[in-house]
């Protein structure tokens, strides 16, 4: 299989704790860039929910529950799904 070479330019202070984490997986920072796009080609786009900033972490915390709530059908209804976040509001 023939292969291509991407330049890019990152911080070198994420490079080395990015190639540290993959490590930990026995997966190369190469390998990790690799799968990071196959994985995007997978679902369309970005393999990750974009935020936006205007949530406080109490928000954010909150709407993660939720979807892991849902990922692990404990959460049926929509209003169980904000129930938490509409009282916080």
């Known amino acids: ?11 070198p202070e994420t490079k080395s704790k990015a190639e540290k984490l993959y490590a930990q997986f026995g997966i190369t920072l ?8 196959a994985k ?15 949530f406080n972490a109490e928000t954010i915390e909150t709407i993660k529950r939720a ?3 849902i990922a692990n059908g404990r959460v049926f209804s929509h209003d169980e799904v904000f129930g938490e976040l509409r009282e916080r509001l």
């Open 67 to 69: 979807d892991e709530d």
């Open 30 to 37: 190469s390998d990790a860039i690799n799968m990071f796009l």
């Open 40 to 54: 995007s080609i997978m679902t369309g786009g970005l393999p990750f929910n974009l935020v936006s900033s205007d």
């Open 1 to 11: 299989m023939k292969t291509q070479t991407i330049n890019m330019r990152v911080d």
